[in-house]
């Protein structure tokens, strides 16, 4: 019976592949299958075997949250104002916009927190199991520290295991490694320091068996299994702000300080100096308070960003979290999983050496496409080479099915690489396999490290091929084959030494082999290949970069982006996987076992530095994005398996691969590409750049019109004057004409140089420079339009509701005509293609210029907003004043651009 002082914990801090299977045994007082009255008391101290159900935020946690937002704030603050002033129309529409804001990110956010249910379903539901009364199919559930479980190839290990019998035991760990190959098993302990990919003698749970057959003890179930580890890193990751949200936030919390100082000290001075009774200043203040807050400002904030997401929609990427899409044009570092996201996740041969030829293989994956190649030229199909194909193609178990795209391969992913290999070197496989049938074989062993075929023509004629591991076949092999299919004796040295180099290039080297045996030979042992082998050459197999990846790479370089590698491979293979795709620093690759000797400061400064790391585990690619962001970098990770989740989590944005990722890591993101290619961040990274630009010039266009409403007021105040526009009517403007017009520029296509355009820091101000100038400009020249227009209305006519009406219109002129000056924020904007604008520019003026004839000549808002109608020559006035605004602005750009030049000269 299970000992009471054994508890789960004792169990997940124990380095079980460090001891050999029978003392784990012993430790678990599990030297024999249990027994069914021994699994149930284990039961009840170690729980079901099953990951802990997650806390999930309730529909009230998360609406208080979208709510908790100055914006929101700042809109409900204008709600209450003109609901006291007695418009509820205006009311409820500034409160269906906090409501339509609300419920976007209330929406978004449902989904955010699925990542962990999703790493619950990859848990196995059945486990083989041997009991004291022997098999037994049971729930993956009921599995406790001590059982006995049977493997077999398709199986997903139910809990984390430690082997003890393997037979050509592989299993693939790439949810948790981002190793693409699958991995050998084998009952012999490690050392304490392994990392994860090297504890040959561990089944982890969620992974799935690939080849051979296992039986092993269940070490770890639940919560303290790796992948349950994983999930409880991911339960305690906490998500950043977007870098938008950040300045958004900072933004509103000062517009609302100045708007409530102003207020009050306009009210101090207008009771000095106005002379006007206590009631219609504070009416006044209101007003003055309802022109200073932005209100559309939100409204164009999630139309901006939802233009982003349909756009990056049609470039195959969805976006789970909305503000993100503009993260991404301020991301300064990407941090990809190798595998799957950089590299195909396919294996390939890349080179092949027979004789004294190095050949180079071209292509991508499983595709047939590519060629051989020697000195950049097309290779000469030797008889060497073509031997060399047979063997690749005979001594193999893999099928292909090219019907599908990508091909759809059964068996080994090396061995579906060789039979691609052989096609490329113009080998017909099939056939071959025909007139060359399979007599016998010796399927491959971990022991004896090859897999060796009898085959035989209708001739009689008989071959033994043999494939494996290089230093094996090489002990094997007496002679090796010449260019003309002669053979010589072997060299050894120099063999050795191409092995070496091969290796060094971090590729997975295979040997392959043959021996002439006499006609009628049907049976085939390990003892007949003992002498008489004779080495046909090598190939080199690489988990190929993606084309794109390369030229994604090369433009987020010149965008000013840093690209770094972070894998669970082994350090030589990531270097030359960076060598390849062009990684600025390949030539330094910082293993996990490195990071864990490093402390958070010496992290945060190689981090900057290094660009390869290897052998990392969850914890460190975790560890590695928050030392990137302590450097005030905002970090967008890529990754595709379930040890990438807790760092998609916490980057600033998290992008999974859709088609070969795993759920846990798709949920845990923020963007997902649905085409797994890499080639779409860095169009995500310009879209970014795109919308972030089309936001300032939204800013760029509303606050200008809130400042010339604002000092007008202010003005009017402090001098004793009638107010020139009445809330209601500013209103009007804030909520109609000016969020009509601003929306079109969330539809803007990018500028030019729109990737030349370096990082801009996390702490960035949205008004800053240019920007607080041009508000600053506009706003002066709207303050006197508005007032020229009620002082022409005041001296012709006298009639304060016509001049209202008019400063109104002239208003929403120079908004007009302001709007093709913004669009080109550093370049002139009176050129055809300004003037022109866009169907979407042109149909918003039209719109606009609809809705402002039915607010100066309908009855019903003549008593509504207290207006009244123009004659022509009133309206050929607003129309002046807008263009004199957009003459004005152009003037100013042409000075402001010659003045630049001149600073660099």
């Known amino acids: 019976m299970l000992s009471v002082d054994t ?115 990859m848990l196995a539901p059945k486990a083989r199991v041997v009991r004291a009364d022997g098999q037994h199919n049971v729930d993956a559930a009921d599995l406790v520290p001590g059982d006995t479980v049977l493997l077999e190839p398709g199986d997903r290990v139910p809990a984390d295991i430690r082997l003890e019998k393997c037979h050509n035991l592989k299993i693939e760990e790439a949810i948790l490694t981002g190793e693409s190959e699958a991995v050998e098993k084998s009952p012999d302990p490690v050392e304490k320091e392994s990392a994860l990919g090297d504890q040959t003698g561990m089944a982890f749970s969620g992974t799935m068996v690939s080849t051979g057959t296992g039986r092993g003890v269940v070490v770890r179930t639940g919560a303290e299994t790796e992948i349950g580890r994983i999930s409880g890193l991911l339960a305690r990751t906490t998500t950043l702000k977007t870098p938008l949200l950040e300045q958004m936030d900072r933004f509103a919390r000062l517009l609302s300080i100045i708007v409530v100082v102003a207020g009050v000290a306009i009210f101090a001075g207008g009771m000095v100096f106005s002379g006007l009774p206590f009631r219609e200043l504070f009416m006044a203040v209101v007003g003055l308070t309802v022109a200073a807050i932005p209100e559309g400002l939100p409204a164009i904030l999630t139309i901006t960003l939802a233009i982003g997401v349909r756009q990056m929609a049609r470039r195959q990427a969805v976006v789970r979290r909305m503000p993100v899409i503009e993260s991404l044009g301020a991301v300064s570092v990407i941090c990809s999983d190798k595998t799957g996201t950089l590299t195909r996740n396919e294996m390939m041969v890349t080179t092949a050496v027979l004789g004294q030829r190095r050949l180079d293989v071209t292509g991508e994956g499983y595709e047939l496409e590519g060629m051989i190649r020697q000195d950049n030229q097309s290779a000469e199909v030797t008889k060497a080479l073509e031997e060399l194909a047979r063997a690749a193609a005979l001594c193999n178990d893999a099928h292909l099915d090219f019907r599908s795209s990508p091909p759809r391969i059964q068996g080994d992913p090396m061995e579906a690489a060789l039979k691609v290999f052989a096609h490329k070197a113009s080998f017909d496989i099939d056939t071959s396999v025909r007139e060359w049938p399979r007599q016998d074989e010796i399927p491959f062993d971990t022991q004896t490290r090859f897999m060796a075929t009898l085959n035989h023509d209708h001739h009689g004629h008989g071959v033994v091929y043999v494939k494996g591991a290089p230093e094996r076949i090489l002990d094997m092999c007496e002679a090796e084959l010449t260019a003309n299919g002669a053979t010589t004796a072997l060299d050894r040295a120099r063999w050795d030494q191409v092995i070496a180099d091969m290796a060094s290039e971090g590729l997975r080297v295979l040997a392959l082999a043959r021996k002439p045996v006499p006609r009628g030979t049907t049976d085939l042992a390990v003892e007949d290949l003992d002498t008489g082998v004779e080495l046909l050459g090598l190939v080199g197999l690489l988990d190929p970069p993606r084309q794109e990846a390369i030229r994604s790479i090369s433009d987020c370089h010149a965008a000013g982006i840093r690209v770094k590698m972070i894998t669970g491979d082994h350090a030589l293979t990531a270097g030359a996987i960076a060598r390849k795709l062009g990684l600025r620093n390949s030539e330094r690759v910082l293993t996990g076992k490195e990071l864990d000797d490093l402390s958070t400061e010496a992290l945060q400064q190689l981090a900057t530095e290094v660009d390869v790391f290897a052998r990392t585990s969850p914890e460190h690619k975790l560890r590695l994005v928050e030392a990137l962001q302590a450097q005030h970098g905002v970090v967008a990770m890529t990754g595709d398996g379930v040890n990438d989740a807790p760092a998609l989590k916490r980057a600033d944005v998290g992008i999974a691969m859709g088609v070969k990722g795993s759920e846990a890591a798709r949920e845990a993101s923020s963007v997902v590409l649905l085409d797994d290619n890499f080639a779409s961040i860095a169009a995500a990274v310009r879209e970014g750049h795109t919308v972030y630009t089309n936001l300032k010039k939204g800013i760029a266009f509303m606050l200008p019109i809130n400042g010339g409403e604002s000092i007008s007021l202010i003005t009017a105040l402090l001098l004793g004057l009638a107010l020139p526009i009445s809330a209601l009517q500013i209103l009007w403007v804030n909520m109609v004409s000016s969020v009509v017009l601003a929306m079109t520029l969330a539809f803007e296509p990018p500028e030019p140089d729109v990737m030349k355009q370096p990082p801009r820091p996390r702490e960035q101000s949205l008004l800053q420079g240019f920007l607080v100038w041009r508000v600053f400009f506009v706003s002066l020249l709207f303050l006197v339009g508005i007032f020229a227009a009620w002082f022409w209305a005041m001296h012709h006519h006298g009639d304060q509701s016509v001049a209202r009406t008019l400063a109104v219109n002239t208003l929403v002129a120079m908004e007009v005509f302001y709007l093709f000056a913004v669009r080109y924020l550093d370049t002139p904007s009176m050129t055809l293609r300004g003037v022109l604008g866009t169907p979407v520019v042109l149909g918003a003026v039209a719109a606009v210029v609809a809705l402002q004839l039915l607010f100066t000549y309908l009855p019903w808002f003549h008593s509504t907003f207290e207006t009244s109608a123009l004659s022509l020559e009133m ?7 807008g263009v004199v605004v957009l003459v004005i602005l152009e003037i100013e750009t042409r000075v402001r651009r010659r003045l630049k030049e001149c600073r660099l000269n």
């Open 7 to 121: 508890s789960p914990t004792d169990s997940a801090d124990q380095h079980w592949h460090t001891a050999d299977a029978s003392s784990v045994r012993e430790q678990l007082e599990a030297t024999t299958p249990l027994s069914a009255e021994d699994a149930a008391a284990r039961f009840t101290v170690y729980g079901p075997n099953r990951l802990p159900e997650g806390r999930s935020s309730g529909p009230l946690a998360r609406l208080g949250r979208q709510l908790r937002n100055f914006l929101i704030y700042i809109l409900l603050a204008a709600v209450a104002i003109t609901g006291a002033l007695g418009h509820w129309v205006d009311a409820g529409v500034i409160m269906a916009v906090v409501v339509i804001q609300t419920l976007v990110g209330f929406v978004q956010e449902g989904k955010a927190e699925q990542a962990l249910s999703a790493i619950r379903h």
């Open 875 to 881: 309206l050929m006035f607003a129309s002046l004043a």
